[in-house]
């Protein structure tokens, strides 16, 4: 066992892992090394996360060992991991947002000089060197705030090559970027692999996976369940092996909807933000609501909430003008909305399943002068969410912080349906979920419009815009630049509009 | 020992809402024996209650205010500024009604919780509408309640003109005899466990109480689930200063006198202390009411311990300072 290809491989041997007695890992034997970008697909909770943290010393495992070039180690710590060449990014970005570029490249192995003070011409000099080799224009002493999704993306990648990287792990790198930027970061990785360095890209998107990467690892409930090159499988069979049944098509059937208007918004205008936005919603409808990621769909949300306050224009709810001033306002006409910024302001993580799904509609269990709360008929009600929904928890008092991103997002949904919405505001539903729970939460809308509830749909990704949507508007700079329907609802027509390409072509 | 026999057998006992209950019984145990046979006195445990329930009724309204992801420094200045008008009035009112006591004394102590429940309303809208942080806007009418009293008294006493009212602060409730001598209930105490028991009441069945948490734990969250976080948080300060204002009540008929340089002086440590060690978090989100009451008869306990031991009060406080450190040092462990 030498050469060159086992002095840069990680083997795992037997590694398990359990959280409070629930095996999450079980029995992992995988090697990566050499000139490979290696995908690692899974639902949500099949062990993805964890195994990438057994590999950077966030974790360790239960048992098992792991070996670097024949030697085994020992990963106690994110910087052990870094001595051993073994960087990961993040799904959840580890910047910190006020301190520039160059301070987040070298946080924790800071340069210092003789005198033991920092050494900041040589952090920002080697900081710019990095840029420079990931192709990307970033100025080493902008702030972390001033800069895009992608541009974060970036910073961490930097990060992560700052210290001589021979493994880079990249944790569902592209949910927050838009189809242009999955460009730049895939030419990247490209240039990463021929440099020499390994990557491992776990993702949820299998098309990603398939276009990028030379291997592809199947996790399935903690065991590996597929090994093997790329080229020999598609990605329908990726899908299959990961959720281990067939698999129909993923998106419903459309309905039709109803003529009635019942949302309504007429030039609405929020300065520097949104500008002279109209759309009509029907009874039934799905309406999409595409654009790049900054073209300003979740403010329009945010507006229809009364969170940022318009200069100009109005909402109408069933053909009557509504003030919308505050969050209240929107959940009193029956209009709710499914945040996009799950942990942010979807949900509270320290709060249970029980508290979180029922903190929009409260005021409907509470009775009396106290506004006591009927526990019990609080507690029949959210047993149903989870039944209905399947939600993955043992208790109805279980915190959210421990529960996977898949079922917070279904806590999530159950807390946006339980004001008993008209019209629910759904901004990015999908983000970060697997394609089981993808597809529950597209038959779930699917049902809600039959019922004669209307849905405006904000999605990134195009596919389930195209797939679910009975019109679409095109988002840019804070416009509606077009409006698609039927057969024009095509990927090439929205990002047309999306890009802008429409303008200069006219010209 | 009952809540052990209650959890089922081979499960744990639920250390996160039992634990400082335990480590009271340990106290408890500890200063039982420390204090031989001076600390299991009736009259000296009656005692050790009632000195905690001053600062112990104002921390109730504290863990409010903590849970909601703030603090209020000024809750001392603010028992001394009700305590004196409330004393004014209550001597203006023995002249007018010509010694209608009575009267007087219910005059003056609803003057006293209402002008604390102003100055929590002040506190509160500060916080909300002129979006101050609440260490700030408490830190400044700390200084502002504190300095008013000062200068409405020139730095002296207000001394109430009425014989009843320092009755009225040495109530007992309850009178039994164990056989072993009389118990009674003090009046402060009663109040502390009264209000205790709404207070807790109010936060873990109803509405606000939910809310009061959600906008602790997540105010952004709690805003985009159309929680009106301004109200929530703006009731928060209105019923800790209502709250101080009951306390205040009590202590000045304790005297029958409120001097203005010392009353009140410090109670915002010993709330937050009192709060801290009952398991709330410092960051808002999560507490318990009876936590806060089990902190505030620690912080009593250990006092009266070392008192008993001998030790110098300069020593008291630095054992309270490793109290408040390492029971929140306990409680971290617990929870990783």
């Known amino acids: ?507 | 020992m009952s809540e052990a026999k209650a959890a089922k057998p081979g499960r744990k006992i639920d250390l996160e809402k039992y634990g400082s209950l335990i480590a009271l019984g340990a106290l408890f145990i500890l200063a039982s024996v420390i204090g031989w046979p001076y600390f299991l006195q009736l009259e000296n445990l009656v005692n050790v209650m009632r000195q905690s329930s001053y600062t112990g009724i104002i921390a109730l309204g504290m863990t409010f205010v903590i849970i909601s992801g703030g603090i209020d420094l000024s809750v001392g200045a603010v028992a001394a500024f009700s305590a004196s008008c409330g004393v004014l009035f209550m001597n203006l009112l023995v002249r007018a009604t010509q010694g209608n006591e009575i009267l007087a004394i219910a005059g003056g102590i609803g003057v006293m919780i209402l002008v604390g429940f102003a100055a929590g309303a002040i506190n509160g809208l500060l916080i909300t509408m002129g979006k101050i942080v609440p260490f700030i806007v408490t830190l400044g009418t700390m200084s502002i309640f504190r300095y008013l009293s000062l200068q409405m008294a020139n730095a002296g006493e207000f001394a109430s003109h009425s014989q009843q009212y320092g009755t009225f602060g040495m109530a007992k409730l309850f009178e039994v005899n164990l056989g072993i001598g009389k118990f009674s209930l003090p009046l402060p105490v009663a109040v502390l466990l009264v209000g205790a028991m709404v207070l807790s009441f109010l936060l873990n069945n109803t509405r606000y109480g939910r809310y009061l948490c959600a906008v602790g734990s997540n105010s952004r969250v709690a805003q985009y689930s159309a929680v009106r976080v301004g109200h929530v948080r703006f009731w928060a300060y209105a019923i800790n200063g209502a709250v101080v204002g009951i306390s205040a009540a009590l202590l000045a008929a304790r005297f029958n006198t409120v001097s203005t340089p010392n009353f009140g002086l410090g109670f915002e440590m010993d709330a937050i202390s009192a709060v801290i060690i009952g398991g709330t978090a410092m960051v808002g989100g999560r507490g318990s009411i009876w936590g806060t009451v089990v902190g505030v008869f620690m912080l009593q306990i250990i006092q009266n311990m070392l008192n008993m031991a001998g030790l110098s009060p300069y020593i008291q406080g630095v054992v309270k300072g490793v109290v408040i450190i390492g029971s929140v040092y306990i409680q971290r462990q617990r929870q990783s």
């Open chain 1, 1 to 507: 066992m030498s050469g060159d290809m086992t002095q840069t491989t990680i083997r795992t041997e037997k590694i398990n892992k359990e959280f409070g007695g629930v095996p999450v890992l079980k029995d992992i034997d995988i090697s990566i090394g050499g000139q490979e970008i290696l995908g690692i697909i899974g639902e949500n909770g099949a062990g993805k996360s964890t195994l990438m943290k057994i590999l950077s010393g966030i974790y360790q495992p239960t048992s098992g060992k792991v070996f670097i070039g024949g030697t085994q180690v020992r990963i106690e710590s994110p910087i052990d991991a870094r001595n051993l060449g073994i960087s990961l990014v993040p799904q959840e970005f580890n910047l910190i947002k006020d301190l520039p570029v160059y301070n987040n490249v070298f946080l924790g192995a800071e340069l210092r000089n003789r005198y033991g003070l920092l050494d900041k011409e040589a952090m920002k000099a080697r900081t710019k060197e990095l840029l420079a080799q990931l192709n990307v224009d970033i100025d080493p002493e902008a702030r972390i705030d001033s800069l895009s999704a992608a541009g974060k993306q970036m910073v961490e990648i930097c990060k992560a090559l700052a210290f001589e990287s021979r493994f880079l792990i990249m944790d569902e790198p592209t949910t927050m970027l838009t189809k242009y930027e999955i460009e730049i970061l895939f030419s990247l990785v490209r240039s990463l692999k021929a440099k020499g360095i390994t990557v491992v890209y776990i993702s949820h998107k299998l098309k990603e996976v398939k276009a990028l990467c030379d291997r592809v690892v199947v996790l399935r409930d903690g065991a590996v369940v597929h090994d093997g090159p790329t080229a020999g499988i598609n990605t329908m069979e990726m899908a299959q092996k990961m959720v281990g049944r067939e698999l129909g098509s993923i998106f419903p059937p459309k309905s039709q909807p109803e003529e009635k208007v019942v949302f309504e918004a007429r030039g609405v205008t929020v300065p520097g933000v949104v500008q002279d936005i109209s759309f009509s919603l029907r009874k039934g409808e799905i309406l999409g609501l595409a654009g790049l990621v900054g073209a300003g769909r979740t403010e329009v949300a945010e507006t229809v909430l009364g969170l940022r306050s318009k200069s100009s224009g109005e909402f109408l709810r069933n053909g009557k003008v509504v003030e919308l001033a505050e969050p209240a306002d929107a959940v009193a006409s029956g209009i709710s909305y499914l945040s996009e910024d799950r942990q942010g302001s979807g949900i509270v993580t320290g709060f249970s399943v029980l508290k979180n799904v029922t903190l929009v509609s409260l005021a409907g269990y509470c009775r009396g002068f106290f506004r006591l709360i009927e526990e019990k008929r609080e507690r029949d009600k959210v047993q149903g969410y989870v039944d209905s929904f399947r939600i993955k928890t043992d208790s109805l008092d279980k915190r959210l912080e421990n529960l996977s991103g898949g079922n917070q997002q279904k806590v999530s949904l159950a807390k946006s349906m339980d004001s008993d919405p008209e019209v629910l505001i759904a901004d990015e539903p999908t983000r970060g979920v697997d394609v089981s729970a993808k597809h529950e939460i597209y038959l779930f809308l699917a049902d809600l419009v039959k019922k004669g509830i209307s849905c405006v749909f904000i999605s990134s990704e195009l596919e389930e815009i195209i797939g679910m949507c009975n019109r679409v508007a095109v988002m840019r700079d804070g416009r509606i630049v077009g409006l698609l329907e039927g057969a024009g609802i095509t990927e090439e027509n929205i990002m047309f509009y999306a890009t802008g390409v429409h303008e200069e072509a006219a010209s």
